[in-house]
Each structure stands twice: as C-alpha cells, then as structure tokens.
C-alpha cells in the first residue's frame, strides 16, 4: 500500500534547494515524456527551463507573475516541486508540477496543486489555468481527478514548426 502524504510538508523553496528541484524536474520531465515526445524537444525544454542556473533565477517570488518555487519534503528529502502565478487580473496559471517518479499516486502531487491554488486564491484568482502535452493521459488524468477541464488546444512552449507539439489548456473555477 502506498504510504499516505500525512507526513509531508509543502514550504516555500530557498536556495539551498536549487539543485534537489533541478535533479528532480529534469529527472521526472525526462520520465514522463519519453514515450511522448522527442528526444531534442526533451532535451531542450530540461536545459530552458530546469538546469541549475535557471531554477537559481526562479526560486524566489515575483509576483503577483510569479509566487516562487514551492516544493514538498519529507524526512528531509525533497520530493517534489511545483509552481505557479497570476495570468490577469483573475487568471492564475500552474506552470508546473514535478514529484520524484517513485513517489507518485500518495496524495503529494495534490498537496503541491493546493499550495499554488491557495496563492492564486490569495492574490484575486477565480480561475486557474494549466498547460499539458496533449496525449499525456496521467497529467490530464490528474488534472480532471482534480476539476479541471479542457478548454482548447495550443501550440507547445518551445515547439518549433518542424515539431508540431501541441498542449492542452485545462482550467477550473475556483471557489
Ligand atoms: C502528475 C503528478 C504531479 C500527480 O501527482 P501525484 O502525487 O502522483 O497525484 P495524487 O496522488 O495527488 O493524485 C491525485 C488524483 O489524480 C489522479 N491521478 C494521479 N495520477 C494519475 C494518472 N496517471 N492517471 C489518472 N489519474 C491520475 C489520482 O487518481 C487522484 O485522484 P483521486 O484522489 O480522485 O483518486 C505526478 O504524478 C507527476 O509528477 N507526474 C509526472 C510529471 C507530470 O505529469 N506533471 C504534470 C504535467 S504538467
């Protein structure tokens, strides 16, 4: 039986944790993707958004655009990470979500989600909006388990024209 999320904790990123979410994004981007995506789409999404230098220039907050790295820990490990910000007014976006692969499906990709919602909450948001690759059924599958649905579909960040990737924008009202 899995083991429950009750003794994770999701904080705040600082620096220290930069390279524990670089390891871990770029680990659980490459995994999840492999069998959906091209390998130089990979390869080039993990250096734009996940190497080291990147996360050190995101790990603090920016907002209301940006609210910060947060990630989730337990017994000292980090586990996961996610983040997100205000799109408008009242649009808030999730910009990611990443959990080590071995500790999927116990609650904790949940409470990553409910910290980023509890900041676009905070900050006026009454939607939330969310990008995934179209075709990745366990990203859709988590998101619609969690009340989001697909709105329309958009070409990939980082999508070149010889690539054709598209994404599926998800959103969810917020009460
Ligand atoms: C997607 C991810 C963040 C989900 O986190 P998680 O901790 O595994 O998910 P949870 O245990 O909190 O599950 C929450 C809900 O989503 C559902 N869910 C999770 N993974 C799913 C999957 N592969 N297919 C269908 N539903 C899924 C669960 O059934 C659960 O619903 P329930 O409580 O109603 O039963 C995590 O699996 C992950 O990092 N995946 C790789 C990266 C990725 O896909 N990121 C998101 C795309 S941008």
Same mark, same amino acid.
């Given at each position: 039986?899995?083991?429950?999320?009750?003794?994770?904790?999701v904080?705040?990123?600082?620096?220290?944790?930069?390279?524990?979410?670089?390891?871990?994004?770029?680990?659980?981007?490459?995994?999840?993707?492999?069998?959906?995506?091209?390998?130089?789409?990979?390869?080039?999404?993990?250096?734009? %958004?996940?190497?080291?230098?990147?996360?050190?220039?995101?790990?603090?907050?920016?907002?209301?655009?940006? %609210?910060?790295?947060?990630?989730?820990? $337990?017994?000292?490990?980090?586990?996961?990470?996610?983040?997100?910000?205000m799109?408008?007014?009242?649009?808030? $976006?999730?910009?990611?979500?990443?959990?080590?692969?071995?500790?999927?499906?116990?609650?904790?990709?949940?409470?990553?989600?409910?910290?980023?919602?509890?900041?676009?909450?905070?900050?006026?948001?009454?939607?939330?909006?969310v990008?995934?690759?179209?075709?990745?059924?366990?990203?859709?599958? %988590?998101?619609?388990?969690?009340?989001?649905?697909?709105?329309?579909?958009?070409?990939?960040?980082?999508?070149?024209?010889?690539?054709?990737?598209?994404?599926?924008?998800?959103?969810?009202?917020?009460?």
């Amino acid at each position: 039986m899995p083991r429950s999320s009750l003794t994770a904790e999701v904080r705040e990123a600082v620096e220290t944790d930069v390279a524990a979410i670089a390891r871990i994004c770029s680990t659980s981007y490459r995994d999840a993707y492999r069998d959906l995506l091209p390998e130089g789409y990979i390869e080039r999404s993990v250096v734009a %958004f996940y190497s080291e230098p990147r996360i050190a220039r995101d790990v603090a907050p920016s907002p209301p655009e940006w %609210f910060g790295y947060q990630v989730v820990e $337990e017994d000292g490990r980090l586990l996961g990470a996610a983040g997100g910000g205000m799109s408008g007014p009242a649009s808030g $976006e999730l910009s990611l979500i990443y959990l080590d692969s071995a500790e999927r499906g116990r609650g904790l990709g949940t409470l990553l989600l409910e910290r980023v919602t509890g900041q676009i909450r905070a900050a006026g948001g009454t939607e939330m909006w969310v990008s995934v690759f179209l075709g990745d059924r366990a990203g859709i599958g %988590f998101y619609r388990a969690r009340g989001f649905e697909p709105i329309e579909t958009v070409r990939a960040t980082l999508s070149r024209t010889d690539d054709h990737i598209s994404a599926l924008r998800m959103r969810r009202f917020l009460p």
